[in-house]
């Protein structure tokens, strides 16, 4: 589903993604971790094409997000960390809007918006104006949105804050019943016990490198710890010498 390949990205002089090279297949759920100014959100705004890598191929679905942006952008879908939602539509209204951005069918999407309102427990808040929405009722909305459609890519930017420990859970399992589905899922998150808990591989960036990727076990291993992900995830970033151009990527 993902194909990242020898991708840069510069803004100016300062690089923010150097010589990455991920491939992530059909359901898998990917959790994509680094400190603050790793890289994490550069990556994923070339994933939904709205930036373009300086040098490389990003390929979502086998499109390469450059030259073939519109098809590649109808396989994707992206969940902020902040949930955007126009302050003036209710939650049926922006439903309905994103419906039309996809242009999905009229009939299709009536049953699509039944099926997220059931999901997500809209049902209490989808007529009322979405700026009285809680931080959790805007999320679940948003996740409404983006799963409307049936994305075959969902990337998902620390989905997890700020919500309560019921709607962690449900979101949890829906995580994992998407990519059992075959729903690509992009995690990139800073939580990482639920990376540890949810993710059948994680890919660890620093300064721009990927400096691991593998499976919680398999990182263990490298890192020679039998410690937590965050055990892990110290000893891997604070030992990497990825301030150095040409250093090598574990895994
Ligand atoms: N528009 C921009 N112009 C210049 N530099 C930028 C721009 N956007 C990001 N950067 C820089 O690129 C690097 C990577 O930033 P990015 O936002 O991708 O990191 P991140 O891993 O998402 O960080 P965080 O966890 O803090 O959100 C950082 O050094 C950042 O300052």
Known sequence: MIDIANVSKRYGNKVAVEDLNLAIPDGELFAFL????AGKTTTIKMLCGLL????????????????????????????????????KLTGREFLQFTA??????????????????QQFHLDEFLDTLTERYSHGMRQRTVFAAALLHEPKLLIADEPTVGLD???IREL??????????????????????????LADRVGVIHNG??????????????????????????KITEESPSLEPGAEAMG
């Open 100 to 117: 039309d951005l996809y242009a999905m069918d009229p009939d299709h999407a009536k049953e699509r918006m039944e099926r997220v309102r």
């Open 172 to 197: 949890k399992v829906l995580l994992r019943q998407l990519a059992k589905g075959g729903t690509t899922v992009f995690l990139s998150t800073h939580t990482l016990d639920i990376a540890q808990e």
């Open 209 to 234: 490198r990927l400096i691991a990727c593998d499976t919680v076990d398999g990182l263990r291993k490298k890192a020679n710890s039998d410690g937590t992900l965050e055990d892990v995830f110290m």
């Open 52 to 87: 373009f890598p300086t040098t490389g191929t990003v390929r979502v679905g086998g499109f390469d997000v450059t030259t073939h942006g519109d098809e590649s952008r109808k396989l994707v879908s992206y969940v902020p960390d902040q949930p955007f939602l126009y302050e």
């Open 165 to 167: 420990p019921k709607s």
């Open 34 to 37: 680094g400190p603050n100014g």
